[in-house]
């Protein structure tokens, strides 16, 4: 057994909810965080991650910006308005890189930017990032 396994096994799970109406890429994050160590629940977009949140308490929201029936702004917004959400980590996951977009991610609460696609390391760090 190497440390890195025990390490694993010693930890308290973090969850993370995903929210992306694309199927291929909640498939292609899902296995990327499980692969890091992480517990994942799914949401295929603003609504859903609504409806899906309380249940999960995660300890993290990755979401995609631009969805059907509630997009990425619309949700942190929703999200930042309850008091249980007010401080938890949000990362913006989105194919946008404008400093527009950034700025009305920033405004509406989101903690963090990573572009798609996303590189896993980099999806690593900046989950340590907003989570220690």
């Given at each position: 057994m190497t440390s890195q396994s025990m390490h694993k096994e010693t930890r308290v799970a973090i969850t993370i909810l995903t929210v992306d109406d694309s199927p291929s890429m909640r498939m292609l994050l899902k296995a990327a965080l499980v692969d890091l160590g992480y517990d994942v629940v799914q949401a295929e977009d603003g609504v859903d991650a609504l409806e899906t949140i309380d249940g999960a308490a995660p300890d993290l929201v990755i979401t995609d910006i631009n969805m059907p029936r509630l997009d990425g702004f619309g949700l942190i917004e929703q999200l930042r308005v309850q008091d249980h959400y007010r401080t938890m980590?949000?990362?913006?996951?989105?194919?946008?890189?404008?400093?527009?977009?950034?700025?009305?991610?920033?405004?509406?609460?989101?903690?963090?930017?990573?572009?798609?696609?996303?590189?896993?390391?980099?999806?690593?760090?900046?989950?340590?990032?907003?989570?220690?």
């Open positions: 980590p949000i990362l913006v996951l989105t194919t946008e890189s404008s400093d527009e977009k950034k700025q009305r991610a920033r405004a509406a609460g989101a903690t963090g930017w990573i572009v798609k696609p996303f590189d896993p390391e980099k999806l690593a760090a900046a989950i340590r990032r907003v989570l220690h």
